[in-house]
């Protein structure tokens, strides 16, 4: 029965998977030039559904996009020229990884200043917690109390005020 059941979920898993987008009528002769084209199909978003790349998009433009690039290996341009092309022609949104320049400096390294951000927050606030606990325990921070005040807490104490 769990053979039955493994078996199940394994053809649900499959029949679930996305399908790829690309239409045999897109697919290019030579296999090389393909798999180039399918390589570059997957970094280059889809500007219609924006969260798929334009190989797993069904959406007309995406389609569009799949035979320009097909189109631009076959002419002969090497990978970058055809990221260029398509960068040139609809700026660095059309790219699902963006390149790091000057523009996307922050997008790349917010994570980062976010998580150090973090650590020196966590760093102040376990210090916070570390002082204010032996400021109540009377650690070594406390400092002994002068005669004089050590009179007026024993007048206060007695209630000889």
Same mark, same amino acid.
């Given at each position: 029965m ?7 979920v394994c =053809?649900?898993l499959f029949i679930a998977?996305?399908?790829l987008?690309?239409?045999p009528?897109e ?7 393909e798999a180039?084209a399918?390589? =570059?199909?997957?970094e280059?978003r ?6 798929q790349?334009?190989d797993?998009s069904?959406?007309p433009?995406a389609?569009d996009?799949? =035979?320009l ?9 090497s990978d ?10 609809? /700026?660095?949104?059309v790219?699902?990884?963006p390149r790091f320049?000057?523009r996307?400096a =922050?997008l790349w390294s ?6 150090l951000? /973090?650590?020196?927050?966590l760093?102040?606030?376990?210090r ?6 032996a /400021?109540?325990d /009377?650690?070594d921070s406390a400092?002994a109390?002068?005669?004089k005040?050590?009179?007026r807490?024993a007048?206060?104490v007695?209630g000889q005020?």
């Amino acid at each position: 029965m769990t053979a039955l059941r493994h078996l199940l979920v394994c =053809l649900a898993l499959f029949i679930a998977s996305p399908a790829l987008a690309v239409l045999p009528d897109e697919i290019l002769n030579d296999p090389a030039l393909e798999a180039r084209a399918r390589a =570059l199909s997957r970094e280059l978003r889809c500007m219609v559904c924006q969260n798929q790349s334009i190989d797993d998009s069904d959406a007309p433009l995406a389609r569009d996009l799949r =035979l320009l690039v097909r189109e631009r290996v076959q002419a002969g341009d090497s990978d970058s020229e055809v990221m260029d092309f398509l960068t040139a022609r609809y /700026g660095d949104f059309v790219l699902l990884n963006p390149r790091f320049n000057a523009r996307t400096a =922050l997008l790349w390294s917010l994570p980062a200043l976010v998580l150090l951000g /973090g650590i020196v927050a966590l760093v102040v606030f376990l210090r916070r917690q570390r002082s204010a606990q032996a /400021g109540a325990d /009377g650690g070594d921070s406390a400092q002994a109390l002068t005669a004089k005040e050590q009179k007026r807490l024993a007048e206060l104490v007695d209630g000889q005020i």
